[in-house]
């Protein structure tokens, strides 16, 4: 176990970044896989209707993914700067209080997502059609809140030990559960869109249980019962930097909230070719979510080290990384889309035409634009690892504005089309805030371009 903590303070950036990333990648590619492959089986085997059922309940489901995301996120910061700062003793109670606020918020979760799924639903004019089956498929993932803090937590753990590993072969085991679930509830035991669901919910807890054996094999890491003892200044801290990365990730999910609410109303043909791609944005930003979480683990252990100067010679790298990266993505989606697209819709031929058309449209415009969303990703980490939470929490809320400003106006002046700008338009916002954010995070972080480096050169403990 020990060979897959990585340290970041030493080597080059670079090359420690792509490398952790790269792990992530894969493990990404698996997590979206069984995404893809619940979109597939869904609209393969039981129609259109259920597509847009999905479709309907998106924007709902990630609201509340985003929000334990952010928790799990901000938490696993402080313990990437506390391990680069190789204080362990400190580490192992970040960990024990993470393990309490992540309890605890979980349970709230469950009872305000119970509560406000048919309101939510219902306020964004979801048809009648879909209606039972978006709640039915609600229902069943927030029951299972609890399942995913847990694996969000524990592989935040990992991660902020430089270990891209574990999560990946966690991911991959719970890709082939999905996969083999899907297929037994959906088209075998005819289980429905909440077949769907509960697969997602046990593969979920598959990978849950092995980061945990996992983690319980790193020495170092094992807890005593002081350290689930609740430290008030500690709980606040980490509160501190979860919370904002939490309501970030709420509020670009209310944004895309009122652009479901938007397309909700051009109908169920024009609902299933928005998800059919909404369900390839994941494919998207595989990369781009793997070079932030490297970032924020690569800016944290060297913030925690004294190695300022090293921040910025990452930054640079990952930046061009990045870019390439999202350009040979966008060309192979450009190429391969519409064949994709059709393994998620089925219908009449009238029906699959229209949808494809509609799905390729947005799939196209997205994929031009990709470069963009990786700046987003790769600055919005550099700050959070630098323990800024509150301006990309700024961004995510200029995000919001520049989202749901083009979603209700666009199509006022273009029609339906002007719906499709809305993602770029909040990249582009973000993008703003998150530079600038960064350039002045940077100076005032290192003015002289010199590290404060003390010597935390002994080895890691295993």
Known sequence: MASHIKNMTEGKPGKLILTFALPLMAGNVFQQLYTVVDTMVVGKYLGVNALAALGAADWMNWMMLGIIQGFAQG???LMAQEFGARRLE????V???S???????SVFLVFAGQL??????TLLQTP???MDSALLYLRIMFLGIPIVMTYNLLAGILRSLGDGQTPLYAMIVASLTNIGLDLLFVMVFHWGIGGAAAATLLAQTVSSLYCLYHIRKIAFLQPAREDFRPDRALCGKLLLLGAPMAFQNCIIAVGGMIVQYVVNGFGVLFIAGFTATNKLYGVLEIAATSYGYAMTTYVGQNLGAGKNKRIRTGMRSALIIAAVTSVAIGVAMLLLGRWILG???SGTPEEVEQTMQIAYFYLSIMSVCLPILYLLHVTRSALQGMGNTLLPMVSGILEFAMRTATALLLPLAVGEIGIFFAEIAAWVGADVVLVTSYFVSIRKLDPAGKDNFKDYSRSIPT
């Open 343 to 345: 393994c998620f819709i």
């Open 116 to 121: 406000a799924i048919r309101p939510v639903l």
């Open 128 to 130: 009648d059609s879909i």
């Open 75 to 77: 938490f696993s910061i």
């Open 99 to 105: 393990v309490i606020l992540a309890a605890l918020s």
């Open 95 to 97: 960990v024990g209080n």
């Open 90 to 93: 400190r580490l192992r109670k």
